[in-house]
């Protein structure tokens, strides 16, 4: 059995999401095309379901998250990820480093 390392971004669901979710769900209850923020926000998510944002926005891939800010790391004997904080998204509240088998 082998181990793998992985790197995830949790993001803030709590602000920026949530307000961005409402101006979504007002423009689809009214029919309106959406404003570029939000199209900007949510990206290829923009027309899905709530419940199909919140599920994929639950974490975030550092590792294959657009920049690849989770750059795999190794020393003599040592293997990880190393990432650089200016290169953080500003929606990630924390970061979840772990293991699996």
Known sequence: ?????????IPDTDSE??????A???CEE????????VEDYFGPLVNESEEVIRREKRNVD?????????????ADMEDGFE????DIPKDIKAIRFYCSW
């Open 1 to 9: 059995m082998s181990m793998s390392m992985h790197v995830i971004g």
């Open 17 to 22: 999401f949530v307000k961005m979710l409402e």
């Open 24 to 26: 979504k769900a007002f």
């Open 30 to 37: 009214r029919g309106l095309s959406y404003p570029q923020e």
């Open 62 to 74: 550092l590792s294959t998250h657009g920049l690849n800010i989770a750059r795999k790391w190794n």
């Open 83 to 86: 990432i650089d904080v200016v």
